[in-house]
């Protein structure tokens, strides 16, 4: 498989995998919900590298839709490459705004993003996509890091976006007026694209001149370019004209034989005079529920910069001049429709948030259809409160300004807001210092244990139980209390009051030391793992 070169490769292609795991830490005034919980909408104001990695021990492998709108990186942007990755070169790229003179530009844009990219794609569920926007100075670039990630054969589509309803007339060469979203599936296999509701201009093609019983129709075209042994056969119309076979380079898709019983079944049309080639009718009834999407989304049907513009002064009536990459509602709800339409709860994922426009397009889609999708936001910027989150609140409860009946009214829901808080470094327990909590220590060494989700619910500290997996039913011994925690061992004793176990699996049993040996762990089936020397990943 090809592979995509650039300066730094070499640095970053693991560089996710030696991320830390930080606490997300709730903040209940920010928040708008009852009860902070990280199974709500969520708003994560922090790096998004590392809040990516936070994420993963409740959410790898559950997100149905991925949409980012990363920096487009047209050397007017302002963006800095900020991943502290331990290479000379690199730390002296730290904190260095890219403008368009940067020789390495380029590179430092595909070194900011593979990391995110390989975290997002273990996010993915089996089943899911993500989407990109992007513009041309990194379309070309971007399909390659994708490629090497997701694999090329995962790819779907490359999406044209009509972002603007004019020319530019000042613009030196061509005027611009497209983007691109690129789209790859996690599994292609497991991936089903959905469908796009069916429109009064798509139904108004259907007409009945004959007065079919049947319902309405259109004529479709019944040759092809596929070569056919059986389709190049000559044709008497009704009205005495002989066609005498297929336009030159194509066929008839079906046999004479066959060609004849749709005649008598009143399937083919031939023209009002009778005399017209022959097309077949495909009634309205026999169409999808829905319309198969194309790759050229023109800005009437999903729009265009200035609606994105207007939709966002409608919510604050103040214009922020720093937001110049503004996306339109429809354009995320049509990417909404297309991979998390379904019955089921479907997470719906946005790294690079800014504004706000994937929740917004969440909770307007989930009003109009009664869907359970839910958004999980990552902001690093300073306006991820009194923008991203703000925006979040002001369409939940309502924009009483808004033209839009719906917005007026407020589209309903919650969500919480959380801090991107310390990273949870276990050689803290040996000294004391920034000891995470027992439901953070619990996150992070059952998803390093077992690779699966985390479920903070299941947790029952007096029993010392943290979860569940596939294999193992997993137990923590810790305190976050220096004191207590040297006293901390497993004895026999407490092996034997342990919850009975189920069958076909064993148990997983953190804690900083044991009094016990292997005769009786094998024996209760007891697989040990030292804090904080031997935290593991299991074999899945």
Not at 158 to 163: C, D, F, L, R, S
Not at 396 to 401: E, F, N, P, T, Y
Not at 432 to 452: I, W
Request: net charge neutral; proline share 5%.
């Amino acid at each position: 498989m090809a592979q995509i070169q650039f300066k730094g490769k070499s640095f970053v292609q693991n560089h996710h995998l030696t991320v830390k795991y930080h606490e997300l830490v709730p903040v209940k005034s920010k928040s708008l919900t009852n009860k902070v919980s990280l199974h709500d909408n969520l708003i994560i104001h922090g790096d998004n590298l590392k809040a990516l990695k936070a994420l993963l021990p409740l959410y790898a492998g559950k997100v149905k839709c991925v949409y980012i709108d990363p920096p487009y990186n047209t050397g007017n942007e302002g963006w800095a490459y900020n991943d502290n990755v331990n290479s000379p070169m690199m730390q002296d790229w730290l904190g260095k705004v890219v403008d368009r003179e940067d020789l390495t530009r380029h590179d430092k844009w595909l070194c900011m993003m593979m990391p995110r990219l390989k975290l997002l794609r273990e996010l993915l569920a089996e089943d899911g996509v993500i989407f990109v926007s992007i513009d041309d100075n990194e379309v070309h670039h971007l399909r390659g890091l994708m490629d090497e990630i997701f694999g090329e054969e995962n790819f779907v589509a490359t999406v044209i976006w009509e972002k603007v309803y004019s020319p530019k007339s000042s613009a030196k060469f061509f005027s611009e007026n497209h983007d691109y979203l690129v789209a790859y599936a996690r599994r292609k296999e497991d991936f089903v694209l959905g469908l796009l509701p069916r429109t009064e201009e798509a139904n108004a093609r259907y007409a009945n001149p004959d007065n079919d019983p049947r319902n309405e129709w259109k004529p479709g075209d019944l040759s092809a370019r596929n070569p056919y042994s059986k389709g190049t056969y000559a044709i008497k119309c009704p009205g005495g004209r002989i066609i005498k076979g297929p336009p030159p380079g194509r066929y008839w898709v079906v046999s004479e034989k066959n060609f004849w019983k749709l005649d008598a079944d009143n399937r083919i049309w031939w023209g009002e005079d009778r005399n017209q080639v022959p097309a077949i009718k495909r009634f309205l009834s026999e169409v999808k529920q829905g319309l198969v999407p194309e790759t050229i989304w023109t800005y009437k049907e999903v729009g265009h910069t200035q609606d994105a513009k207007r939709e966002f002064l409608e919510v604050f009536a103040k214009d922020y001049q720093e937001f110049t990459t503004l996306k339109p509602v429809e354009l995320i709800k049509r990417v909404i429709r297309l991979s998390a339409d379904t019955e089921e709860p479907a997470w719906v994922l946005d790294s690079f948030a800014g504004t706000a426009p994937t929740a917004h397009a969440v909770l307007s889609q989930n009003a109009e259809d009664g869907g359970n999708r839910r958004f999980i936001l990552v902001e690093c910027e300073d306006y991820a409160d009194k923008i991203t989150a703000e925006r979040v609140r002001r369409v939940i409860k309502g924009v009483k300004s808004a033209k839009d009946e719906a917005l007026k009214k407020g589209l309903g829901g919650t969500f919480s807001y959380f801090e991107l808080g310390k990273p949870i470094e276990l050689a803290s327990i040996l000294d004391g210092n920034g000891m995470p909590s027992y439901k953070d220590l619990a996150r992070y060494v059952f998803y390093t244990a077992t690779g699966e989700e985390f479920d903070e619910r299941a947790i029952d500290e007096k029993k010392h139980f943290i979860g569940e997996s596939r294999n193992y039913q997993v137990f923590l011994f810790y305190e976050p209390d220096v004191a207590k925690l040297k006293n901390i061992a497993f004895t026999l004793d407490l092996a034997k009051v342990l919850p009975k176990l189920k069958e076909g699996k064993r148990r997983l049993v953190f804690a900083p030391t044991k009094y016990l040996d292997q005769e009786h762990l094998d024996q209760h089936r007891i697989d040990f793992a030292q804090l904080p020397f031997e935290i593991y990943e299991m074999a899945r």
